[in-house]
């Protein structure tokens, strides 16, 4: 008789590491870089109920990471909570509703996918939700309908009152960067072939701004409100069954319901690729272009700036090394360029952001492993306020445990 999988899975990280930059300072007299020693603890939990027609997932994380000799507060805590539903009504139609949500001070963990930030820490517990339903028609043999609506909202703690006196309470976190995104999307996908798959799509996404404060005198934040929309014809192949490549290209429409810019259009990509090249061993490579938001709100030269036009490629590999030996290694790189007010303004300026890291793990026993990691983060910045960049370099190390049941 076989054994049945448990529905359920709980675990744990303990880990020390040392971190050489925790404030991503410049490196600057006024702004040194800070490093400290510290740990973190991780819990975790997991539960799925496959029924079939239908599967629940929930699971949870929770981090908290202690600064030995971080000024007070010594401590970050952060949690992950996600939620999914999949239901197959019958062969023919289908729903998938999903939520995550989030509170942390890392960019990596509120912006997984797309940065819009610079990878430096928000300090206090900033929010993410994000809330998607998608439903899936088979209007005929080889022809589907994919409608689908998200939702993400951002809340950063960060406001007015807690600027320094000296900016007046002008571009606090919250001013820039929270707000409420709605995205719309239509596909169609027809199945020319056995294992070939076109599709022609739409997408509207409004971001509504939701901060009272202000980004400059007489600007707040609710002033970057903005609508797009994006049509894209793609493809995806399963080249045999371990190889998968899928992509879309098309345009953007980018319209701002302040007079400050003039409406934008650029071109849209996404690709993606995943490659199970043996057994325990994976490649995955992706790329998304297209308008995001960012934490810059003004220019140099004095001009408003109201988003930016990024390229962001990422690539991942898994390999087994030995039957208890895995490395895991990643690296995401993405580039920039800035919309300031004005004919031109700031168009030429750009960030170019590196994330990168290495994690080896021995699995002593089924429930046990050992794991040292390494990653990095740079920011390459065109800009420089009152004498001080906003480029850095950030190094971390861990050792540790993971624990698994």
Do not use: C
Not at 63 to 76: K, Q
Request: hydrophobic share 35%.
């Amino acid at each position: 008789m076989s054994q049945q999988t448990k529905p359920w899975a709980v675990g744990a990280a303990l880990r020390g590491f040392y971190d050489d930059n925790y404030y991503t300072y410049p490196g600057t007299p006024t702004f040194p870089r800070l490093h400290t020693w510290g740990f973190d603890v991780s819990p975790s939990a997991a539960y799925n109920i496959n029924r079939g027609q239908t599967v629940l997932g929930a699971s949870y994380l929770y981090d908290f990471r202690y600064y030995i000799d971080r000024p007070r507060p010594r401590d970050d805590q952060s949690h992950q909570v996600n939620l999914k539903l999949s239901h197959a009504f019958n062969t023919r139609y289908s729903v998938d509703v999903k939520d995550s949500f989030v509170v942390a001070q890392e960019p990596s963990v509120i912006d997984p996918s797309i940065s819009t930030t610079a990878p430096a820490r928000s300090e206090g517990d900033n929010v993410r939700n994000q809330a998607g339903v998608q439903f899936t028609a088979a209007m005929m043999e080889h022809f589907n309908v994919v409608l689908g609506y998200a939702n993400t909202f951002y809340d950063y703690q960060q406001d007015a009152g807690d600027m320094p006196p000296i900016t007046g309470g002008f571009g606090s976190r919250s001013a820039v960067l929270d707000r409420m995104e709605h995205q719309i999307n239509i596909d169609g996908n027809y199945q020319i072939l056995p294992k070939t798959t076109l599709s022609l799509g739409y997408g509207f996404t409004y971001a509504d701004y939701t901060s009272r404060d202000f980004l400059l005198p007489g600007i707040p934040g609710t002033a970057r409100d903005a609508k797009s929309h994006a049509v894209t014809i793609g493809a995806k192949q399963q080249i045999n069954p371990q190889f998968v490549v899928a992509g879309k290209v098309g345009v953007e429409l980018t319209t701002y319901d302040s007079p400050l810019w003039s409406d934008e259009t650029n071109p849209y990509a996404e690709a993606s690729g995943t490659w199970n090249y043996m057994p325990g061993s994976s490649l995955q490579v992706g790329l998304r272009h297209m308008r995001v938001p960012t934490d810059v709100r003004v220019l140099p030269n004095g001009a408003v700036n109201s988003d930016s036009e990024a390229t962001s490629v990422f690539i991942s590999v898994t390999h087994q090394i030995a039957s208890k030996i895995l490395i895991n290694a990643m690296a995401q790189y993405q580039h920039s360029t800035f919309n300031g007010s004005g004919t031109g303004a700031g168009n030429d300026l750009a960030d170019d952001l590196f994330y990168g890291g290495v994690t080896l793990t021995y699995q002593f026993t089924k429930n046990i492993a050992a794991e040292v990691g390494y990653t990095y983060d740079r920011l390459d910045s065109d800009l420089a306020f009152a004498g001080t960049p906003r480029s850095f370099y950030r190094n971390r190390v861990f050792l540790g445990t993971r624990l698994n049941y």
